[in-house]
């Protein structure tokens, strides 16, 4: 099981950006993606962001393609989400997750919450217009 740290967070006007950070803990060496997820008030919980191990390919919802970007830090796994240009609609808890291990049955979306085993406690980012 890995323990998840974000930071980042903040308030900001809209159209600045902001970078978040995810910092495992634990063992990674069969973690087979981490993702960045947000929640807000009378939304469903969406994926965002998504690397995975094996490949480095870096999946974004459609929401966000264009304005957010992810990255890795090779060494410490750490998971980075930089968003700019953003928008009152990105105001939401962001929080980092992770699956442990390839799944059994072909490859899935870790942008699909199910997907995921492991959650962080999330940092607040909140977009005044």
């Known amino acids: 099981q890995l323990r998840l740290m974000e930071s980042g967070g903040g308030s900001v006007q809209a159209g600045n950006s902001l970078t978040l950070s995810c910092e495992p803990s634990g063992d990674t060496s069969t973690t087979y993606c981490m993702a960045w997820f947000r929640r807000s008030a009378g939304k469903e919980v969406e994926g965002v962001a998504a690397i995975y191990f094996n490949s480095g390919t870096i999946e974004l919802s459609d929401s966000v393609k264009g304005r957010f970007t992810a990255s890795q830090d090779s060494s410490k796994k750490t998971l980075y989400l930089q968003m700019n240009s953003l928008e009152p609609a990105d105001t939401a808890m962001y929080v980092c997750?992770?699956?442990?291990?390839?799944?059994?049955?072909?490859?899935?979306?870790?942008?699909?919450?199910?997907?995921?085993?492991?959650w962080g406690q999330g940092t607040q980012v909140t977009v005044s217009s």
């Open positions: 997750a992770a699956r442990a291990r390839k799944p059994f049955r072909g490859p899935v979306s870790c942008l699909a919450r199910s997907s995921l085993n492991d």
